[in-house]
């Protein structure tokens, strides 16, 4: 039977020019430390702009950079203010139903769903960079936080501690999201990989719809807990508690909102529809519940609400006791939620409309607004998309538009309060089903499915994690195994074996490319990964099993005898001394083959690090070193026919 092309092995005559490799050039230690750390913690290079300038404009430079506001203020115009006022009142008729849902959603009081409404976007829009980021509370943050406080503690029973709690949850989310960005060390947030955030969005906004049914049934006994099956249970096991009002007003309200949303989807330019839709909703419930008296009937409400801005909680805050670790934890939880949450958006709305947004000034940003909401009866916040999605679409140019709809809630909260006495809980709970259904995204799963089955298997766990057993061990879980596929693909690093492609001397993959043809007596290998002690055992291995195969391969076919093992580095990024090590033994097994080992092309450090190790010169000979392996082919296979 033929052999497959891409394992012949044929007599190949490649002719070239020979280039010298070149040794890096001397670089001091000191040197070398500073360029690690500024790719490491200063990849964007912050501080270019105040090259070249004036110390009066460096001043200026910083003053704008540490606050946006200073930047777009001065050239703030009114044809800008048009367009932003009208995206702020839009994002404010969405923002106030909403607040006050995700309140209750974290167990919270739903007055503080306003006053974070309230607040927050101030100061958001003094630090913020981003054009598009509507800021308030969002529905996975107010779930994770509500279901971890209430682990410990009781907020119907013990109302004022839980606040307590979620106040300083509030203060550590932003004190961590801060000291990210002020450290410079965002890199931490994207081990949320976006297989796994796509499978943790989907299985929250389950659990956060079935937690729904408690008020859309009208049930009053319903679990504490938050996986699939307690909340499945406990909706059947009070089948007595069902209220048909409740559930007649509930499912009319639910599919408006539903509709609402699709016109908008299908014409973005109809926008104003699903945005208004929410603020709709809670009027004519609150109009049909006071004519009809509904409260009388089964339909519960949300009751008075205090009337006036925020209050301080500076207070309130507890850095002692027996909760500071939980305090701590679900502040770290929410923290990082919020603030993946908060710069996937703003860099979405960014790259639509081609302007950049400093990942670590958000961060900061994000931060500090959450360390002064949590001194101002205020919880987690941050960027969430269906509110941010209605600002671009309803025209905002500036963060102004944070400004316009902070001022509308303001009004509300000092006027408008007792209007929203009669609102039904029902309608409530139909809002955030709407708001949390557009997070899961089955196309993107699907996508994912086919671009990479290992990241559909944590998007999977994630999704399954967060419905089954609880939100943050689904996430827990899901990150673990992102991290887990890292630490693989370190210690498993990709190593292919390159054949030639006839009539070039191009060396590719002899897997990939099925024209590429072995060269007689040479075991060409690429290796694509930094070269350390996690993956130096698998290497050697993975080599020693390649000579074995080649001379097994020798003997059965009668072909050339090896004499050269070639590793091309190209890929090579860098290297530890137990990689250094590695290829000391390696050069010693091969010797004792009687077979040559070349190295192609390592790059500036890692050839450095060979050199320096290499006490004898025999690894680092200038025979030994080609800049591509084309040369090292035409070079060896020339100094071969002179020995015979």
Sequence with gaps: ???????????????????????????????????????????????????????????????????????????????????????????????????????????????????SSFVPPLVYAVLGSSRDLAVGPVSIASLVMGSMLRQQVNPVTDHILFLQLAFTSTFFAGLFQASLGFLRLGFIIDFLSKATLIGFMAGAAIIVSLQQLKGLLGITHFTKKMGLIPVISSVFRETNEWSWQTILMGFCFLVFLLITRHISIKKPKLF???????????????????????????????????????????????????????????????????????????RTFAALKNYQVDGNKEMIAIGLMNVVGSSTSCYVTTGAFSRSAVNHNAGAKTAASNIVMSITVMVTLLFL?????????????????????????????????????????????????????????????AVGISILKVLLQITRPKIVMLGNIPGSDIFRNIHQYKEAIKIPGFLILSVEAPINFANITYLNDRISRWIEDYEAEDETHKYSELGFLILDMSAVSAIDTSGVSFFKDLRRVLDKKSLELILVNPIGEVMEKLQRSDDTSDLMKPDYLFLTVGEAVTMLMSRRKNHV
């Design 272 to 346: 104003w529809v699903s945005a208004g839709a929410p603020l709709l909703s809670v009027i004519l419930s609150t109009i049909f519940v006071f004519a009809f008296k509904a409260q009388d009937h089964g339909v519960s409400i949300i009751g008075k609400l205090e009337e006036g801005l925020n209050p301080p909680s500076l207070n309130m805050l507890q850095f002692h006791g027996s909760h500071l670790g939980l305090v701590v934890k679900t502040g770290l939880i929410t923290g990082i939620l919020s603030l993946t949450e908060g710069i996937a958006v703003g």
């Design 1 to 115: 039977m033929e052999e497959p092309k891409g394992n012949m092995m044929m007599s190949v005559e490649i002719g070239l020019e020979m280039h010298k490799v070149e040794a890096p050039p001397h670089r001091s230690t000191i040197n070398k430390l500073q360029t690690r750390l500024k790719e490491t913690f200063f990849p964007d290079d912050p501080l270019r702009q105040f090259k070249g300038q004036s110390a009066k404009k460096k001043w200026i430079l910083g003053a704008q950079y540490a606050f946006p506001i200073l930047k777009w203020g001065p050239e703030y115009s009114f044809q800008l203010f048009k367009s932003d006022i009208v995206a702020g009142l839009t994002i404010a008729s969405l923002a106030i139903p909403q607040g006050i849902s995700y309140a209750k959603l974290a167990n919270l009081p739903p007055i503080v769903g306003l006053y």
């Design 417 to 477: 309060m007792p209007l929203f006495r009669y609102t039904p809980n029902v309608v409530l709970g139909a809002i955030i089903v709407t708001a949390v259904v557009g997070l899961i995204d089955i196309p993107a799963a699907y996508q994912i499915w086919k671009i990479d089955k290992f990241d559909f298997i944590v998007m999977l766990c994630a999704f399954l994690g967060v419905i089954l057993i609880s939100v943050q061990e689904g996430l827990a879980i």
